[in-house]
């Protein structure tokens, strides 16, 4: 068992990480933003730039309202996150994105993971780029909902095309100088 997690841990971080990587017969222009935007921002730590990779490929699945790809991004960012002292409790909120019967549960529960790795990456080392918390006061029946980006441009996950762009800035997370 130990060595099946390690392969998927392994492959997690390798295909996050490995934003060069050109997908045969890939056209589709949104997947080419989102590497860039990975790109942008480089972490300290491997492990939690393996953690932010997944969860901007989780958040972007949201943002363009794709389940299946959900799912997989969440599958993925749950291994990353339960590898990560201090985030095993986090990985179990990435399994119910995962296993989620529907984009509406995958995005309720996107409000506590964010919630948990937002906190995590206040403290992260950033070397390069910014990370951008936004929110979106209207989320989760006007409880409102915040969520990590790698650019200032509002692009929301709560609510995908029906308001793409109800948010704002809360907060740029960029490297000390």
Not at 95 to 115: G, P, V
């Amino acid at each position: 068992m130990r060595k099946y997690l390690a392969v998927v841990l392994i492959t997690g971080i390798v295909s996050c990480t490995n934003t060069d990587q050109k997908v045969a017969g890939n056209s589709d222009t949104t997947s080419k933003v989102v590497e860039t935007g990975i790109a942008d921002v480089e972490l300290k730590d491997n492990k939690v730039q393996a953690i932010y990779n997944g969860y901007i490929s989780l958040k972007d699945a949201l943002v363009s309202t794709k389940f299946e790809d959900a799912q997989k991004a969440a599958a993925i960012l749950k291994t990353g996150l339960a590898n990560y002292k201090g985030c095993e409790s986090t990985s179990l909120i990435a399994d119910k994105i995962a296993t989620a019967k529907d984009i509406q549960t995958q995005r309720k529960e996107f409000t506590s993971l964010s919630s948990d790795v937002i906190a995590l990456f206040k403290h992260a080392d950033v070397v390069k780029g910014a990370i951008f918390v936004q929110h979106c006061p209207m989320a989760n029946n006007g409880d409102g909902g915040d969520w990590l980006s790698s650019e200032k441009k509002i692009q929301n996950p709560y609510y995908g095309d029906e308001m793409m762009e109800c948010g704002r800035v809360l907060e740029e997370i960029k490297a000390a100088k």
